[in-house]
């Protein structure tokens, strides 16, 4: 596998905004990730590629972008950028590669508004140049009134258990560790909440278990709680479907048949699962006042 990538664009344009992160555009500095996360969708599925914990840089990716923002801004276009779609951008080689920092500072630059989404710790360590974004950016004009700032920062979390959380995100900071560094940037000002994804069915999915996240995250400064149900693909060794298989077969051998039942050999639970998972956060949301969305 290559050590470097010379990607062909780096800031990807969607047709329409997607609702739910609020982004026009998406950046991932990397391709792969460290948090070697078992459930991750990029592994099996026909987005991002399956690296495993491999991470290559995109070492052209500061030239490009350069190129493209400028090219936005040229046309009139500046919209929401999500960093960290498809691997996060705070992998172990972030350290010392300093790439997403890097990518930030073109961000400050040419004034985009921002929605980093990770699991590490690391994001804190740019908190200078996140601060300088949130009040530089220049929001799209429908989302003007609604944010304070031009950047949100989302934590990824599937469970607050930390002895599962080692299992099947063993490359990732404890759950605890997100909550208290998304504490960090609650208090510095930003808009910044929980990203409750995947929801592990008969795992991480009970009325107790999401009331449990819900309140963590209030406590530690969350504005909202963003959720989804598990996604499952391919067949081959490193693919997420079959890491997850093995995962069940390890540590919750009775569920084997319940998940078979649930998935009938989809990518995703049934159509009623997702409903009433949806009715769960609703409620337990209404009840503590948080939004499951940004705005
Ligand atoms: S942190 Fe996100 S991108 Fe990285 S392995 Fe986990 S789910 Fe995948």
């Known amino acids: 596998m290559e050590n470097e990538i010379k990607a062909k664009s780096l800031l990807n344009r969607h047709k329409k905004r997607d609702e739910w992160f609020l982004g026009d555009y998406t950046i991932n500095p ?93 994001v804190a360590r740019d908190m200078d140049i996140l601060n300088a974004i949130n009040e530089v950016a220049i929001l799209p004009p429908e989302l003007d009134d609604k944010l304070d700032g031009g950047v949100i920062v989302s934590f990824s979390l599937s469970t607050l258990n930390d002895g599962l959380a080692r299992i099947i995100e063993p490359g990732a900071p404890s759950p605890i560790n997100r909550l208290e560094t998304m504490k960090m940037f609650s208090e510095a000002g ?57 995962f069940l077969k390890e540590n919750y051998p009775e569920l084997l048949s319940d998940y078979k039942k649930l998935f ?19 409620e337990i949301s209404r009840k503590y006042g948080i939004k499951n969305s940004i705005i």
Do not use: W
């Open 264 to 282: 009938r050999g989809s990518f995703a639970p049934s159509k009623d699962y997702q409903d009433v998972l949806a009715k769960k956060f609703a």
């Open 190 to 246: 930003f808009k910044t909440g929980v990203i409750n994804m995947p929801v592990l069915p008969y795992i991480s999915d009970s009325k107790d278990e999401i009331e449990d996240m819900v309140k963590m995250a209030i406590n530690y400064g969350g504005d909202y709680v963003l959720y989804s149900g598990l996604t499952l693909y391919g067949d081959a060794s490193g693919d997420c479907k079959t890491l997850y298989d093995q």
């Open 30 to 122: 990397y391709a792969g990730c460290s948090m070697g996360c078992i459930y991750c969708y990029t592994r099996g599925s026909k987005y991002g590629g399956n690296y495993g914990v491999k991470v290559v840089p995109k070492s052209n990716a500061v030239p490009i972008l350069k190129k493209q923002l400028k090219n936005s801004i040229r046309r009139n276009e500046r919209g929401f950028i999500v960093l960290g779609s498809a691997s996060d951008p705070y992998p172990t080689v972030e350290k010392d590669m300093k790439l997403t920092r890097e990518i930030l500072g073109l961000i400050k630059r040419y004034k985009f508004p921002l929605h980093i989404l990770t699991k590490s710790t690391r």
